[in-house]
């Protein structure tokens, strides 16, 4: 896999008073030129604190943190997966694995700048390559997972803009830290809060865009279950807020809408479009093991009803495009706010591989 290669062309250790970390894809694609004189020297530096939700966190490999589950299985467990099944591509910044540095240095790279960190809670995706040959696959994830049992409503701004009319295929979802079956996502529980997509145009730009839940609601036995909404085609025009709301029914347990109205509300009203999915329905008949892992409490174990919230673009073509998310907000089912952790991982008890130097941060 060439977007991962470079992850063993340097390696570093460094032994803190806490932990141990190994950080594998340090350098510019070649292993470092150890310096003849004098001995390596270290230096210390303390990074600044987090301060928005999407940047990547300083206490854990790069590897892990782009893994649906942490597990680092990065061919068959990867959020990327989506975009690197299209062979020719390349992650953009991130591909280098480097993200221990200033968080304001974690969207540049080959001297471009693919997003920014807006606010405490906003990111913006540009639609941009590296090499003007090759799509790209980017993506930013919430530094910590979002529990789907407990939180009961969640808000947030979506914004897009661009003069094709067309977007590359992107979206806003709620990806799950248990997944189902490899091309069998129907039964995944994915929530796409919002998604420009057509399956016939793979590759291409395009406008069409929907809240869906992958592929739950299409085959007729998933249909009970899931109910998607389409936006019509404004790839390029979201000015819209968007709600997640759970409610809890007595047979079905706990059902989850997502309701899309316009820019300046801070909450979406009922009667607004909406999707639904039943995540606690009981399971089709011969499907129990597999439906919903997520959402079942024997396969998910300490990942139940846990998901990342992540914005991505897939095979980016170079317009000018891009995409927003803002004001995200999370509430309890007894609508008390949790807000994330921003000390998560800070400061960083990892090392760097500066050509030569090793540097403790």
């Given amino acids: 896999m060439a977007h991962v290669s470079k992850a063993k062309d340097c390696a570093c250790l460094l032994v803190s008073t806490l932990m141990t970390f190994a950080l594998v894809g340090c350098g510019n694609g070649g292993s470092p030129t150890p310096s003849p004189t004098p001995s390596p020297?270290?230096?210390?530096?303390?990074?600044?604190?987090?301060?928005?939700?999407?940047?990547?966190?300083?206490d854990m490999q790069m590897g892990p943190q782009i893994t649906y589950d942490l597990s680092g299985k990065l061919q068959d467990h990867c959020l990327y997966g989506g975009c690197w099944r299209t062979p020719n591509v390349e992650t953009l910044a991130g591909g280098q694995f480097v993200q221990y540095g200033p968080a304001d240095k974690q969207c540049e790279e080959d001297n471009k700048t693919y997003c920014t960190y807006d606010s405490g809670s906003g990111i913006t995706l540009f639609n941009l390559?590296?090499?003007?040959?090759?799509?790209?696959?980017?993506?930013?994830?919430?530094?910590?997972?979002?529990?789907l049992s407990t939180i009961g409503r969640v808000e947030l701004d979506l914004k897009s803009s661009g003069s094709t009319g067309k977007a590359p295929w992107y979206a806003v979802w709620f990806a799950p830290m248990v997944?189902?079956?490899?091309?069998?996502?129907?039964?995944?529980?994915?929530?796409?809060?919002?998604?420009?997509?057509?399956?016939?145009?793979?590759?291409?730009?395009?406008?069409?865009?929907?809240?869906?839940?992958?592929?739950?609601?299409?085959?007729p036995y998933t249909q009970p279950y899931c109910r998607s909404s389409s936006w019509g085609?404004?790839?390029?025009?979201?000015?819209?807020?968007?709600?997640?709301?759970a409610t809890v029914d007595k047979v079905d347990g706990r059902i989850i809408n997502v309701y899309r109205c316009p820019e300046g509300l801070s909450t979406c009203p009922d009667s607004s479009p909406?999707?639904?999915?039943?995540?606690q329905k009981a399971a089709p008949p011969g499907t129990q093991d597999k439906w919903f892992p997520v959402w079942n409490k024997e396969v998910a174990k300490e990942h139940y009803g846990k998901y990342?919230?992540?914005?991505?673009?897939?095979?980016?073509?170079a317009t000018d495009f891009k995409l927003s998310v803002d004001n995200v907000k999370f509430f309890f089912d007894n609508d008390t706010e949790w807000k994330m952790d921003l000390s998560t991982g800070n400061p960083p008890k990892v090392s760097r591989c500066v050509t030569g130097i090793t540097v403790k941060v």
């Avoid at 390559?129 to 529990?147: E, F």
């Avoid at 909406?274 to 995540?279: E, L, P, R």
Wanted: aromatic share 8%; net charge neutral; charged share 20%.
């Fill in 233 to 245: 085609p404004v790839a390029t025009q979201l000015k819209h807020h968007v709600t997640l709301k």
């Fill in 41 to 58: 020297t270290t230096t210390t530096t303390t990074l600044p604190q987090a301060d928005n939700i999407w940047q990547w966190r300083s």
């Fill in 179 to 219: 997944y189902s079956d490899k091309d069998d996502n129907a039964k995944a529980a994915e929530i796409d809060l919002v998604e420009n997509y057509d399956q016939n145009l793979r590759g291409q730009d395009v406008n069409n865009v929907n809240t869906n839940f992958a592929q739950c609601g299409i085959p």
């Fill in 308 to 317: 990342w919230l992540v914005a991505d673009m897939w095979w980016t073509s």
């Fill in 274 to 279: 909406n999707a639904q999915i039943k995540v």
């Fill in 129 to 147: 390559r590296n090499t003007s040959t090759k799509p790209g696959c980017l993506m930013r994830k919430t530094r910590l997972p979002v529990d």
